[in-house]
């Protein structure tokens, strides 16, 4: 399994923006779909994004839909997901995640590889 290391956390106004980065290391980048998801405090974690291994494609929960952007860079082994007019409730530990020639799925359990997660704060 490739291994997955985020960056790019941390405290913003509401209305503001925030990159995060994961590099992945150890596997063939190129064929891993990759998700971002993310878990508030006593919450359940819940899908954010994602992006496919061919073509590109990319998926998106609504509740960051017209706000959030993933893009993949191959050659850099490196997924991003900017973030912009960044609300409160975005607030929450964020994790990069990835599946060999997989579908880009919603769901948590098809990822086979987790980053350690990176605090985003939002505050009001």
């Known amino acids: 399994q490739v291994q997955l290391v985020e960056s790019g956390g941390g405290l913003v106004q509401a209305g503001g923006s925030l990159r995060l980065s994961c590099v992945a290391s150890g596997g063939t980048f190129s064929i891993y779909t990759m998700g971002w998801f993310r878990q508030a405090p006593g919450k359940e974690r819940e899908f954010v994004a994602a992006?496919?291994?061919?073509?590109?494609?990319?998926y998106y929960a609504d509740s960051v839909k017209g706000r959030f952007t993933i893009s993949r860079d191959n050659a850099k082994n490196t997924v991003f997901l900017q973030m912009n007019s960044l609300k409160p409730e975005d607030t929450a530990v964020y994790y990069c995640?990835?599946?060999?020639?997989?579908?880009?799925?919603?769901?948590?359990?098809?990822?086979?590889?987790w980053g350690q997660g990176t605090q985003v704060t939002v505050s009001s």
């Open positions: 995640a990835g599946q060999a020639r997989g579908f880009a799925t919603t769901w948590a359990g098809d990822y086979g590889s």
């Open positions: 992006i496919g291994w061919i073509g590109g494609s990319t």
